[in-house]
Structure formats: C-alpha cells, structure tokens
C-alpha cells in the first residue's frame, strides 16, 4: 500500500527534480492561457477576413462564417496596390535596416574598445536624446531635412528614403540608440589578451574588427538587424511625414484605409444598406494580415537564430 502510495505521490508530485503531472498540468494551462491571450486578436481577424458583408454585419455570428469569401483580400490587395506597396515597404525597411546596424556596430565598437575625452558625455547625451519623446522634434528635423546643405549642395531627404538611411547611417535611426548600446556592450565583453594578440600579429584596428570582433558579435548583429526591420516596417507616422505621396508602405496603406473606415462610419451605425463593399472591417482586417505576413515570414526564417542571439545577449520582450 505504502509502495503504491509513493508511486501516485511520484507522479502527481515529482521526485528527484522530476516535475510531476500537476506542475505540468498547471504549467500547459498557463501556456495556452497566454497564448490564447496573444492569438485571440489574429484568431478574430483572421474568421472575419474571411466573412461576407451579411455575416460581419450579423451579431449572432462571431467565429465561424456562413459563407466563406476571399473578396475582402481581393479588395484589399487592389486598394492596397499591394506590390508597389510591397516594393515601397522593403526600400523603406531593408536601406535603412542595413545602415542602422554598420553605424551602430562602429559606434558600439569605438565606445566600447576605446578610451578618449568626452566619451562618458556622449554616452549620456546620447541615451538622454533618445529619452526625448520623437514627436517634439518632428518639426525641427523636418525643416532640417528640407533645408540640409552640405559644400553649397541642398540634399533635400524629404520625399526620398533617404530620410530614413541616411539619419540611421550617422548613427540617429529610429531606436538606434538600444541598437548602439548592444553592440558596446558586446564588444565591452571581447577579452583585451585577444585583441592584444591580433595586434602583436600586425593586424590593424580596422583589421580587427573585421576579422575578429564581428565575428564574435554576430548575436548582437542579428538582433539589432531584425528589430531594426521591424520598427522601419511599421513606422508610419515619420513616413507618412518625411515620404508623402512619393512612397507608400503596405501599414501606411493600412492607416489611410482606417482613417477612411473611421470617418465614413464614425458613428458606428454600420447596417446591410450603409457598408460599403470595400471600406468594411472585412477588408481592413484582411489589409492587417497581408501587412503583418512578411514580418512573420522573416521572424520563421530567423527564428533559430534570432532565439540564439537573445539567449546569448541577455534581452527580453520586444
């Protein structure tokens, strides 16, 4: 009896650092439980992306469609100009991606590998200007994109993703400040006798960094290069203010449909007589998915990797 007894405590309990059933049955029900939490706004968007005009319009139908239609995603992909707006997207992310994580890893490793006057004062004003709410300087870095000369040449970023690449080149992307701050801290951690080493061998700085600490700094590299793609992709308030019609973006698509949508039934009184065919939450929760897909197909591509690289560097949420 008493044999028995251990057995059942075994396994509802655990022993010897063995987790038991109820740790494990508590443990999946927390998991789904989050899960769900953060798979229910996709899950609804997904059922209603799919739904006809009567069965948005109908309260006593939430999940599951009567009739399945793929209008709202033909819709979408017509008023999105979805390959323009693709192209137009990976300009605005992948220029500027590129450039954010070069000045960032040399701004990292100069911080972080060097000592010179001043340089505690810059780390401070740096991190103090990204503490600086975006939306003050707006205007001000408006008129300076406008108006920036340099040698007599006005280059004029605005209207051009040069407003975009050429900020984060000179180390002032959006966010950039984490992205700089990673990689000093990175190669903060680089043993000197390993440096000391190359150099005794007639490497040079440049040499060095090369070949040995972007190498050991590839986590850091992965990391800044995925975050930094996505908050270019969805940015949509500095580009619809540096861009204006000159380009347009698959979420700046999505805000104008929502702005739209929101003044046409800004009341809220959608009836079968009133919606439009087109301007429905049907569309717009179908314009969402195809906006957010290529995010995730690259977040599937990068994920062993990406997981690695947050492991190793010590960083969480997102």
């Excluded at 340099?150 to 051009?160: A, Q, T, V, Y």
């Excluded at 347009?248 to 999505?254: D, G, I």
């Excluded at 179908?286 to 190793?312: C, H, N």
């Amino acid at each position: 009896m008493t044999s028995t007894k251990n057995k059942v405590r075994k396994i509802l309990l655990g022993k010897n650092g063995e987790n038991g059933l109820i740790f494990k049955i508590i443990l999946y029900t927390l998991l789904i439980g989050i899960s769900f939490i953060f798979l229910y706004p996709l899950l609804i968007m997904l059922t209603k992306s799919f739904m006809t005009i009567e069965d948005l319009i109908n309260s006593s139908i939430s999940w599951i469609p009567r009739e399945i239609t793929l209008q709202n995603y033909a819709n979408a992909f017509e008023y999105m100009k979805f390959f323009e707006a693709l192209l137009d997207s990976l300009r605005v992310s992948i220029y500027p991606t590129l450039a954010t994580v070069t000045s960032s890893a040399l701004i990292g490793y100069g911080f972080g590998r060097f000592e010179f006057p001043g340089k505690k004062v810059l780390l401070v004003l740096m991190i103090a200007m990204f503490l600086i709410p975006s939306v003050l300087t707006y205007i001000p870095t408006t008129v300076l994109y406008r108006d920036l000369k340099i040698f007599g040449i006005n280059l004029n970023l605005m209207n051009s993703v040069r407003a975009f690449w050429v900020p984060a080149l000179l180390g002032n992307g959006i966010r950039q400040t984490i992205f700089i701050l990673i990689f000093y801290q990175f190669f903060r951690t680089i043993p000197d006798e390993l440096i000391e080493a190359a150099e005794v061998d007639g490497s040079s700085t440049f040499r060095t960094f090369l070949t040995i600490s972007i190498p050991l700094a590839a986590p850091a590299f992965l990391i800044s290069g995925l975050y930094s793609f996505v908050w270019y992709w969805n940015e949509t308030s500095l580009a619809t203010l540096y861009f204006g019609s000159e380009l347009t973006t698959l979420p700046m698509s999505l805000n104008s449909f929502i702005q739209l949508y929101s003044s046409m039934y800004s009341q809220g009184n959608v009836t079968l007589d009133s919606v439009n065919s087109t301007y429905n939450i049907g569309v717009q929760y179908a314009m969402t998915l195809i906006s957010i897909v290529p995010l995730l197909l690259v977040y599937l591509f990068a994920q062993k990797w990406f997981i690695e690289g947050v492991d190793r560097s010590g960083i969480a949420g997102g």
